[in-house]
């Protein structure tokens, strides 16, 4: 059973940083990526996510949304099976519940869909960023 576990969340203050970390079990494919998303206080279904990043572990591609672009960076460790987001010079605005999602087979990079949110197979819990001061 594919499984995903974020972590790192929590208060920062505006100018501040944190380490999200997405722990993947129960999946083993090379062609897999990850997206992280993330959905704003108020806000309730799946495609109303907002993709911010993408690794992928086949190539090593990234993408980033330009909201985050030269403050998010996004990693991947395959024999660790994890995949890291860390975020610099936080905003207000960058408060939300964060998500890590698999995508299974490379679909979204196929479609040219990276931060879509419809593409992707499975999702974790989310971890919540509140960026405040």
């Known amino acids: 059973q594919v499984q995903l576990v974020e972590s790192g969340g929590g208060l920062v203050q505006p100018g501040g940083s944190l380490r999200l970390s997405c722990a993947i079990s129960?999946?083993?494919?090379?062609?897999?990526?990850i997206g992280w998303f993330r959905q704003a206080p108020g806000t309730e279904r799946e495609e109303e996510r907002e993709?911010?990043?993408?690794?992928?572990?086949?190539?090593?591609?990234?993408v980033y949304a330009d909201s985050v672009k030269g403050r998010f960076t996004t990693s991947g460790d395959n024999a660790k099976s994890t995949v890291d987001l860390q975020m610099n010079s936080l905003k207000p605005e960058d408060t939300a519940i964060y998500y890590c999602a698999l995508d299974r087979y490379g679909t979204a990079q196929k479609m040219d869909r990276p931060l879509n949110p419809l593409v992707y197979d499975d999702w974790g819990q989310g971890t919540r960023v509140t960026v405040s001061s």
């Open positions: 993709g911010v990043a993408y690794f992928s572990f086949n190539d090593g591609k990234t």
């Open positions: 129960g999946f083993i494919k090379d062609t897999y990526a």
